[in-house]
Structure formats: structure tokens, C-alpha cells
């Protein structure tokens, strides 16, 4: 079965500090997909990036990059120099690939509260 | 706008009444999935439907159902209702082959 840890549920930092959040998971399947979401104190989700298993290129978008092993099961997700802005709750999430039934449910991590203080 | 529309946003009603929450999958998206999330709990998987047929149910209680009608939009039906399930619930759609999800902005649901 498939699993999703966030081991930190709280971090707090003081603006323009790096901050990494970790993820890592537990999956029995080839082929995989993650995610990322944030969510605002408004209550929505919202998409931050999504990666299959079989891409293990980091990625970066802006303040915001991605590390992906696979050796460790891990995703791990880095703001650089963080702002006010950032402060919300982060979901790492998992879904894994069926080849005929397509995509299957998202699992959730517990997901880390980050707060950004001025 | 996501493309996904939850009605209502709010909805506060008694312990042991009904009610019913609404989705509207993203133009094109044939499966929704329905997701709870408590107070400061992550988000719990309940059920995922695929063109009209449940394809996968994950911590859903009886007293809870769901259905995908044949314009795709789907319905979460939530009886007897309890303190406990106060949670804001979301719907998500997909189209199925590319492992995208599009979430609605969630129903507020309190019971009291």
C-alpha cells in the first residue's frame, strides 16, 4: 500500500531563511507519480508540481526547487529565501499508475505548517 | 477558477441531519474523487468514481455515500451527521491518463 510521511509538522522560520520540507514515501509499484500542494490559510489546494517516478531530474521554479531520489524514496521541497507569503500548510502526495485504469486516488501526506515570520 | 465547482462553500447544520454536497468535474474529466479534511488533519481519501461506477473507496463511513450521475458531476451524501464530521471536504477531478487532479475549493461543513 501506498504511504506518505511529512515527518516535521511544524516549521518555523524567520523571513529570507532556506527552508526544506521533507517528504518520503512508500510505494510497491514502477511507476508513480508526486506531488506537491500548498495550502493557504483561504482553505484551497493548490498545485505546486508533479513528477513521475521515472524522472529523477530536480527542478526548480523560482524560490522553489524539488529533489527527487529514488534511492531514498524521498521528495523533498526547498523555498530559498523564504517571505511572509510562503506561510501555509504543504501536502506531499502520491498517486500510482495504473496502465489501463489511468490514475488512481492521490495519498496525502500529514502535511507541514510552515510559518514565515517578518 | 480551477474548473472544478463545489456548491454549496458553506453549509452548517444540526447533529443527525443530511446533507448533501455537490461537484462539478473540469470540462472533459470523467474521474472524481472526494476527500475529507478535518481539523487540523490531512487529507483522508473517501471514494473515487470513473464514469458513473465507484472505482476505488478508501476510510468512507456508512452513513456516507456518493454517486456520479451521467453529466459526470457527482453528489456526496453525508446521514446522520455527527460532531466529528465537521470538516472542510473536497472533490477532484481527473481525466484519467495524465495524472493531473484539479481540486474544487472545498465545502466548509459544521455540525453542531
Known amino acids: 500500500a501506498q504511504k506518505v510521511t511529512q515527518a516535521q509538522t511544524e516549521i518555523s522560520v524567520v523571513e529570507k531563511e532556506d527552508v526544506t520540507l521533507d517528504c518520503v514515501y512508500e510505494t510497491r509499484d514502477t511507476t508513480y507519480y508526486l506531488f506537491w500542494y500548498k495550502q493557504p490559510p483561504s482553505g484551497e489546494l493548490v498545485f505546486l508540481i508533479r513528477r513521475n517516478s521515472f524522472d529523477e531530474q530536480n527542478e526548480i521554479s523560482g524560490r522553489y526547487s524539488w529533489n527527487f531520489q529514488k534511492s531514498t524514496s524521498s521528495f523533498n521541497f526547498t523555498i530559498t529565501a523564504s517571505q511572509v507569503v510562503d506561510s501555509a500548510v504543504y501536502f506531499c502526495?502520491?498517486?500510482?499508475?495504473?496502465?489501463?485504469?489511468?490514475?488512481?486516488?492521490?495519498?496525502f501526506g500529514q502535511g507541514t505548517r510552515l510559518t514565515i515570520n517578518p | 477558477d480551477s474548473g472544478v465547482t463545489q456548491t454549496p462553500k458553506h453549509l452548517i447544520t444540526a447533529t443527525g441531519q443530511r446533507v448533501t454536497l455537490r461537484c462539478s468535474p473540469r470540462?472533459?474529466?470523467?474521474?472524481v474523487y472526494w476527500y475529507q479534511q478535518s481539523l487540523d488533519q490531512g487529507l483522508q481519501f473517501l471514494i473515487q468514481?470513473?464514469?458513473?461506477?465507484?472505482?476505488a473507496k478508501g476510510n468512507i463511513l456508512e452513513r456516507f455515500s456518493a454517486q456520479q450521475f451521467p453529466d459526470l458531476h457527482s453528489e456526496l451524501n453525508l446521514s446522520s451527521l455527527e460532531l466529528g464530521d465537521s470538516a472542510l471536504y473536497f472533490c477532484a477531478s481527473s481525466e484519467g491518463s495524465n495524472y493531473g487532479y484539479t481540486f474544487g475549493s472545498g465545502t466548509r461543513l459544521t455540525v453542531v
Open positions: 470540462s472533459g474529466d470523467l474521474s
Open positions: 468514481y470513473y464514469n458513473g461506477e465507484e472505482r
Open positions: 502526495a502520491l498517486s500510482e499508475a495504473h496502465l489501463i485504469q489511468g490514475a488512481q486516488k492521490l495519498v
